[in-house]
């Protein structure tokens, strides 16, 4: 069995935890980065998030309530405030006090923004990433949860490669049959690539028929710690932004939280979201069917080997930011390549 690692043992950044709307005054139990957590609301509505352990004989707090800032345990009542201190053990006196340094519980830093609970091992400065439309007037956006089996970055890689669109998505997304000749400005920051493709013109799927007009730039970006983004622009505006929150939960599993985020009001956004949402979760279970049968073979082979052409131009990049790793020093910073998509 192994042992989850502490909260302050996570690669730092924000980690999406749970989206807002599933956070109510009931406490949750999720995992992130192998930890289990138990999250849970002050009066305030801020949300607070502590290692999902009771100090003193180990139930999950999660199984608790919360109550006057607290989350309360369910075994013998002990209760610990948002920074993991113990404010009260029903049976001492006042005499005892409470708040030993042995009676904490880890705490983990946590943030509320766009629709979803984050939360972080380190002391972050800046605020979560927010997608491109986020904050904009005239825009609707909406929040879906899901999972899926297998390593973050072929998780990741799979959300921004467009060259599986015509086999896993044939006649949803793309078709086999047409190619069109498109360019790719490949841009590295030391927090993000950024892949920008211009040329593409209509696409030959369902989707783009049916919620496309015409297609001038799509941009393809990885962002640090995990978030994948796809952002799909008219002449005009930004069409149509998905990010992609990636949050590592137990052993393989990978919780996505993706951010969906159109132009429009609340109600022309609301039925954009009701058209495009059973295509979209069609083309999440298309996705999470290939992922987790390369992860089953993957594991049959005893890890991965792979080879890879100039196509696969993401891969690189995720891995090392996922890895953390610094800019080679011989790294172009932006490039230009041509390609049939
Ligand atoms: S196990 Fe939590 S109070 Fe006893
Ligand atoms: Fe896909």
Sequence with gaps: MSVPPPIDAWPPGWWAVCRSRDLGSR????????????????????????EDRCPHRMAPLS?????CGTIECAYHGWRFDA????AAIPGLGPSDRADHETRRVAAAQTCETGGLVFASGTRELAPPYL????????????????TARGALVDIAENFLDGF????????????????????ARVRRLPDRIEIQYTGEGQQNGLISRLFERERATTFARFVRPAIAELEYRSRTRIELAISAYFTRAQSDAVAIFAVMSVPGNA?????????????????????????????????RWGGPRFTST?????????????????LPSDF??????????
């Design 332 to 341: 172009e910073a932006v490039h230009e390549e041509e390609l049939l998509l």
């Design 267 to 299: 109600l022309t956004g609301r039925l954009k979201e009701a058209a495009i949402a059973p295509f979209f979760a069609y083309a999440l279970r298309q996705d999470r069917r290939i992922v987790e049968l390369q992860r089953a073979s993957i594991a």
């Design 27 to 50: 406490p949750l139990g999720v995992v992130v980065n192998g930890t289990p957590l138990a999250v849970f609301r002050d009066p305030s509505g801020t949300p607070a998030a502590l």
């Design 83 to 86: 920074a993991g201190r113990c």
């Design 63 to 67: 199984a608790g309530r919360a109550t």
């Design 131 to 146: 997608g491109p439309l986020w904050g904009a007037q005239d825009c609707h956006a909406f929040v879906w949860r899901t």
């Design 310 to 326: 100039r196509l696969d131009m993401m891969r690189p990049h995720i891995a090392r930011l996922l890895e953390r790793d610094a």
């Design 164 to 183: 599986h669109t015509h086999f896993v998505h044939a006649g949803l997304i793309r078709s086999g049959s047409a190619r069109q000749r498109v360019r």
